[in-house]
């Protein structure tokens, strides 16, 4: 069993950058993968990026070059490091923890989940 807390959210202005984090709750942090997903109003829940349990990091195109995932075991943390921000990057962002899983980009592959954190970027 393990808590998803994310953190860092908030306004910015285009072309800014923010760093959200998601702290874990629980055992054995370092053997999950952990994944990054947002949802904007209207849209269904949609794949940023993820982090394996090796170190091994996946992106979403639309990200690819501006955000960049890390973790640090230790403090059971994992970040999203988000720069060159766009208004089509606005949604609340969750992190999503999972184990023993092939596909890093499948929701329904992920037991756990954050309460997300609102991520807004102004025109």
């Known amino acids: 069993q393990v808590q998803l807390r994310e953190s860092g959210g908030g306004l910015v202005q285009a072309g800014g950058s923010l760093t959200l984090s998601c702290a874990a709750s629980g055992r054995a942090f370092s053997t999950y993968t952990m994944g990054w997903f947002r949802q904007a109003p209207g849209k269904e829940r949609e794949f940023v990026g993820g982090i394996w349990s090796r170190g091994v990091t996946e992106y979403t195109d639309s990200v690819k070059g501006r955000f960049t995932i890390s973790r640090d075991n230790p403090k059971n943390t994992v970040y999203l490091r988000m720069s060159t921000l766009k208004p089509e990057d606005t949604a609340v962002y969750y992190c999503?923890?999972?184990?023993?899983?092939?596909?890093?980009?499948?929701?329904?592959?992920?037991?756990?989940w954050g309460q997300g954190t609102q991520v807004t970027v102004s025109f």
């Open positions: 999503a923890a999972a184990r023993g899983i092939s596909r890093i980009a499948a929701l329904n592959e992920y037991a756990y």
